[in-house]
Antibody, heavy 113, light 110 residues
Framework: EVQLVESGGGLVQPGGSLRLSCAAS????????MTWVRQAPGKGLEWVSV???????YSADSVKGRFTISRDNSKNTLYLQLNSLRAEDTAVYYC???????WGQGTLVTVSS | QAVVTQEPSLTVSPGGTVTLTCGSS?????????PYWFQQKPGQAPRTLIY???KKQSWTPARFSGSLLGGKAALTLSGAQPEDEAEYYC??????????FGGGTKLTVL
């Protein structure tokens, strides 16, 4: 059975940092492209970042230079490092293999003083 | 950055047919945008219904189909069921591998 389990969310002050983790089981994260998607409270979905099988990464302009996607193949885990957080980064963050229909349950990041 | 547009809300009668569309501010949507469609119910994570314009997941009910229609990506629901009431999002890929979500369509089955 495929599972994606996110962790690492929480309350952080503006300007702070967090690292989100997405532990995968039932498939290999390095075998395909993996994506982070976020959803602000009551709002729609926003594409955040992708890492391809060859390690190439891309991020949305709204987070470029502040967020970094990575993975640890030995742990079969995807990460999203969030730096210089702003109030508008408050959202539920999902990791997913979009074309596989593998989604995590989401982890809530709240940026507030 | 491109803007992806969807109908904010649509209503369909049980058993009826409805088409949701997904347009791009850059022009006609083509297969090269690799359109995706996602379904999200309240309090749940999204699920991928359709990818690459018309490819279905193993769980995607046969009453859902994806296509290109009039310069847009389209999701057609034929024979709507109460359980199809949800928010539907499309996603289009652009050069530079930075795809963009549409704003979502709230579908009511009533």
């Amino acid at each position: 059975e495929v599972q994606l389990v996110e962790s690492g969310g929480g309350l952080v002050q503006p300007g702070g940092s967090l690292r989100l983790s997405c532990a995968a089981s039932g498939f290999t994260v390095s075998s395909t492209h993996m994506t982070w998607v976020r959803q602000a409270p009551g709002k729609g979905l926003e594409w955040v970042s992708v890492i391809f099988g060859d390690g190439t990464t891309y991020s949305a302009d709204s987070v470029k230079g502040r967020f970094t996607i990575s993975r640890d193949n030995s742990k079969n885990t995807l990460y999203l490092q969030l730096n210089s957080l702003r109030a508008e980064d408050t959202a539920v963050y999902y990791c997913a293999c979009l074309h596989c229909d593998y989604w995590g349950q989401g982890t809530l990041v709240t940026v507030s003083s | 950055q491109a803007v992806v547009t969807q109908e904010p809300s649509l209503t369909v009668s049980p058993g009826g047919t409805v088409t949701l569309t997904c347009g791009s501010s850059t022009g006609a949507v083509t297969s090269g945008h690799y359109p995706y469609w996602f379904q999200q119910k309240p309090g749940q994570a999204p699920r991928t219904l359709i990818y690459d314009t018309s490819k279905k997941q193993s769980w995607t009910p046969a009453r859902f189909s994806g296509s290109l229609l009039g310069g847009k990506a389209a999701l057609t629901l034929s024979g709507a069921q109460p359980e199809d009431e949800a928010e539907y999002y499309c996603l289009l890929s652009y050069s530079g591998a930075r795809p963009v979500f549409g704003g979502g369509t709230k579908l009511t089955v009533l």
